[in-house]
């Protein structure tokens, strides 16, 4: 068996143990948003907020996350201390939802929310780049591990958030569900925090400012680094369009029930689940060109399609497909980042890649419904087909860079 799995992801099972802590990680900040967003209606009806002074709320939490890209890569970069960071992300991010249950007002929790917004974006950057680092010939593989924290954190929310809903308050609720965090920090801290230092026991890829500055200037300059931070930009982009109007096609157009339309997300989301990893590993052996171009012409094809679907019998294959192929290639752009660029840089790096994913998806929410109001939501899909086609486009145009190793 351990033989079989050397051979499928090229690492061992104990090798891969610090991967896995991460990605636990990687779970616990999305368990602090789906909290936040689980707890959002009894916390708006209890200190009777408006639904404006709600949206205000989640604004600033995507708002925050976006800033936090200006300077976490930074840190993470001149600190070197990958690990540290990724620990203090998650106390910071779980003391704010603790206080949640002191909060009485909108301002104060504007700052909470600002607080869980920040820390969350911080840990990417830290936690991608220490990955990148450790595992340099498995890129592909252990940050498909890391995606699947997310998926994990994405689904366990729900259920136990909701379940400590039905008999605490919103205030315990907030307080023992950030209980979970600090846990997973404590072991991230234990577990590989020596791991920030080098057989010396000096930090590693540690730089100056000055250093910094001047490859942030290289990097901004790289046209391949650039080149596919703009294509993740359109990337992301389609995802986020998508994540918003399955469930008003699927509800509003194809008038199936609310069981129904969580379980064509639900399809969606399997799909990404068990694509990440064999996408990542294949990565490491044949490329990142081959996955990336292959996933964003299978995802243009699948979301046209889902245009065209004149029952939700059609769009269930299509959705369930269309996770396949849209999740398959996200630890991959990751990998091919980190291959670009110098891992000194990788922290800085992640957040160039992060913020234009941001800065593109800001775009698809208004565009997209104004699209739907004048022209039906099946006219959506045809759009978020073109923006994964401009994704297609602009990978065939990267041109070919050599990986970067120190």
Known sequence: MGERIVRLTGLGVREQAPAWVVSLGHGATHWIAATFYLIL???????????TEAGVLVSTFHISSFLANFGSGMVVDVL??????????????????????LAGGLAVLIGLVAVIGGTNNL??????????????????YVLSIHTLGASLGDSLAPLCVGGLLTVLTWRDTALWGSMPV?????????????????????????????????????MFTDRAA?????????RSMTQNGLLMFIPIY???????GPVMTGVGMTAMQVGGFFAGPIAGAWSDKIGRRPIVLGAATGTTVVVAFL????????FFAGVSVLGFVLFAIRPVIHSWMMDLTPPRMHGS????????????SFVVPVAGGVIADHYGVGAVFYVLAGTMLAANVLVAMLPNAEKIEG
């Open 41 to 51: 209606p009894y916390l708006t009806e209890e200190l009777g907020l408006s639904y």
């Open 80 to 101: 070197g201390r990958r690990v540290m960071v990724q620990a203090v992300s998650l106390v910071l991010g779980a003391a704010a939802l603790m206080v949640f249950g």
């Open 123 to 140: 840990w990417h950057p830290a936690a991608i780049s220490f990955l990148s680092g450790l595992y340099p010939n498995n890129r592909g």
């Open 182 to 218: 600090l846990v997973i920090a404590a072991l991230i801290l234990i577990s590989i925090a020596r791991m920030d230092k080098d057989a010396d026991g000096q930090i590693s890829n540690k730089i100056s400012a000055a250093e910094y500055f001047s490859g942030l200037k290289v």
């Open 226 to 234: 650039m080149g596919l931070c703009l294509m993740a930009g359109f």
């Open 250 to 256: 699927l509800a509003n157009v194809l008038k199936v």
């Open 307 to 314: 245009a065209l679907a004149q029952n939700e019998y059609m």
């Open 349 to 360: 790096a992640t957040s160039a890649l992060f913020g234009t994913q941001s800065a593109l």
